[in-house]
């Protein structure tokens, strides 16, 4: 349990972020209609399922429409 506690100094800061960038991924997706790739359906499933950093960035990088 002490070796936990070492830890959570560099652990919470990353599960933070990691929260707020899938908060803001969904958030894009559920306000806009057009993709590059793929469908709505399709970007919220890799985006929870890849929750960790990938499937936000996935989406970003491969999804989201250039406006």
Do not use: C, Q
């Given at each position: 349990?002490?070796?936990?506690?070492?830890?959570?100094?560099?652990?919470?800061p990353l599960?933070?972020?990691e929260?707020?960038?899938l908060?803001?991924?969904?958030h894009?997706?559920?306000?806009?209609?057009?993709?590059?790739?793929g469908?709505?359906?399709l970007?919220v499933?890799?985006?929870?399922?890849?929750?960790e950093?990938?499937?936000?960035?996935?989406?970003?990088?491969?999804g989201?429409?250039?406006?």
């Amino acid at each position: 349990m002490d070796k936990i506690g070492e830890y959570l100094p560099f652990i919470i800061p990353l599960a933070v972020v990691e929260i707020i960038l899938l908060v803001v991924t969904l958030h894009h997706i559920f306000t806009h209609e057009n993709y590059k790739r793929g469908s709505r359906l399709l970007w919220v499933l890799v985006t929870i399922i890849g929750m960790e950093f990938i499937g936000p960035i996935l989406y970003f990088v491969l999804g989201k429409e250039d406006e």
